[in-house]
């Protein structure tokens, strides 16, 4: 799996609590507004309309709403459900997977949904291949077969058990073969899809959509339209919006300090303001380059494992908006284990020393920690500050923290020029599997020259093949025992997700939850 755009994006929009608290603002009208429409506002961009180009979440949230899948992740559920499917299930082992369509599915634009634009569309963004795009989650298609209109099976090249979760994601968006070149993305803009809502119209600062009457699933629309206004990382444009009434709710836009002086504040509720958190599978790692001359070494690793004080990164710096994490499967999912936490405990200095000393290092160890806040957030620097200082604070490292550029920060790791540095995680589906083989399987997303065979030859294969999820929680038990023993990475903490919403907003706590998709059906205003 390739390195790729869901990477935790930063957190946003400094100064939005300050704004808030101060007055509310008169509400206003905007473009697209209905008897029954939310205006959302969002500091993430849209980097694409066509499901075969984009693999970013302000893309994905797009995808997930104009588009249907066959399978969908029902509201607070990690287990796919059929969508535009009536039913799916696998034979032949996990490596053939049947799929029968819904009766009567139609696109937006009045065109039948059959079986032969599934398999267009899978094949299209395979075929298209494009660096930004998902083709890597669906590498395991070996070919596609449509007996009739309603049936699409699947053959794959290898036992896949996870194949349903991809699917169900914003990789498995089924587009119209009238309307999408077989050969090339879509470049006016435009979104045919068959899913709850239209793709209205679309520019650099607005997106609007409205209800798809023509719509045959599950979701059931709780309005009538969305006014979706893009930011585009601009924090102050965004809170001056929700304070001047311009949008409803705030979303992906929100920084630790922001939520925190919002959730304590005794005067948010005076000023109409509410804040909604949910579950998040958002992850965030010290990455240890193997290759490299201080961290290469074990025991440098195992110190520092044994000085990181997450209890304190995550109530000093993100002001208890994450959680400390101590394995590689955040909490939520299934197989998640306390790995980290076990092998090494609390902060001991003396475990530390001990680690270092078995290593042949008597000296202060010199340490860089590389840093991007341009692509994790304004936070990211002082947070690997704090762990510098915790570091330093043993008397056993002389660290210090470089920050650049995510476009060099990038080409860098790559270089292996960095021997230490840190890495997010958005997941593309809510399974163990997408926490373990992007990092540890073939080509490797961390850049890290961390190879295990018993990982990458019996583990990753081995839990793939297993349809029954649950029955696979032993063997990512010993893969994550494995990674805490061997330390390629150190995890940091798990997010938590948040949006800010006007009092007469509801039904985001159904938008908030470790699948990461955000139901535009599930929000009612008045």
């Known amino acids: 799996m390739k390195t790729h755009n869901k990477w935790l994006t930063a957190p946003l929009a400094a100064g939005l609590s300050a704004a808030l608290l101060s007055g509310c603002g008169t509400e206003q009208g905007g473009s697209g507004d209905s008897v029954n429409g939310v205006r ?14 984009g693999y970013d979440p302000g893309s994905w949230l797009l995808f997930n709403n104009v588009f249907q899948s066959l399978l969908a992740f ?33 696109f937006s634009n009045g065109n039948k949904l059959t079986s032969e634009d599934v398999k267009f569309s899978f094949e299209r963004a395979l075929r298209i291949a494009d660096p930004s795009g998902p083709a890597p989650l669906l590498s395991t298609i070996k070919s596609i077969e449509t007996p009739d209109e309603r049936t699409v099976v699947f053959h794959l090249k290898v036992p896949d058990a996870t194949f349903p979760s991809k699917i169900a994601s914003g990789a498995g968006s089924i587009v ?52 979706l206004k893009l930011y585009r990382g601009d924090r102050s444009a965004l809170s001056k919006a929700l304070t001047d009434g311009e949008i409803d709710v705030a979303y992906r836009g929100l920084s630790a300090e922001d939520i925190a ?46 000085l990181v004080d997450r209890e304190a ?46 290593a042949g290092i008597t000296d202060k160890v010199k340490l860089t920690l590389w840093s991007t806040p341009s692509r994790y957030g304004p936070s990211t620097d002082e947070e690997l500050k704090a762990i510098a200082e915790q570091l330093n604070a043993s008397g056993l490292f002389d660290a210090d923290v470089k920050s650049v550029a995510y476009d060099e920060y990038e080409k860098d790791i790559a270089a292996g020029k960095y021997g230490v540095y840190v890495k997010g995680w958005v997941p593309d ?21 961390y190879e295990n065979a018993t990982i990458t030859g019996r583990l990753l294969p081995g839990t793939a ?14 893969l994550q025992d494995l990674v805490a023993e061997q330390l390629p990475l150190l995890p940091l903490w798990q997010g938590k997700q948040y949006a800010v919403a006007r009092q007469d907003v509801t039904g985001l706590e159904w938008t908030l939850d470790s699948s990461t998709v955000f139901r535009f059906w599930e929000i009612r205003k008045g």
């Open 74 to 106: 029902p509201k607070g559920g990690s287990v796919p459900e059929p969508e535009a499917a009536d039913k799916c299930g696998f034979s032949t082992g996990s490596t053939v997977y049947s799929c029968t369509l819904r009766d009567g599915l139609t």
């Open 40 to 53: 959302v506002g969002m500091s993430d961009e849209i980097l694409a309309t066509d499901p075969a180009a």
């Open 465 to 478: 093949a297993v349809t029954d999820r649950a029955a696979t929680a032993d063997e990512y038990g010993k």
């Open 313 to 358: 990164l995550v109530e000093g710096v993100y002001k208890s908006t994450a959680t400390p994490l101590y394995s590689i499967v955040p909490a939520g999912i299934a197989g998640h284990n306390t790995a980290f936490f076990d092998t090494y405990g609390t902060p001991d200095k003396a475990k530390a020393k001990k680690a270092l000393r078995g």
């Open 429 to 449: 589906y809510p399974d163990a599997d997408n926490f373990t083989a992007p990092f540890f399987g073939e080509g490797n997303v961390l850049g890290n020259h």
């Open 261 to 306: 002086a919002l959730e304590t504040s005794e005067t948010t509720d005076d000023k109409g303001i509410q804040v909604i958190q949910g579950s998040s599978a958002e992850v965030q790692h010290l990455v240890f380059n193997m290759k490299d001359p201080v961290v290469g070494k074990l025991g440098v690793r195992q110190a520092i494992a044994h």
């Open 176 to 227: 119209d073969h009238r309307e999408y070149p077989a050969d090339a993305l879509r470049t006016d803009g435009k979104a045919t899809g068959s899913g709850p809502y239209k793709l209205d119209s679309f520019g650099d600062t607005e997106a609007t959509f409205s209800a798809n009457s023509g719509y045959r699933g599950t979701a059931k629309a709780k309005n009538d339209g969305i006014t």
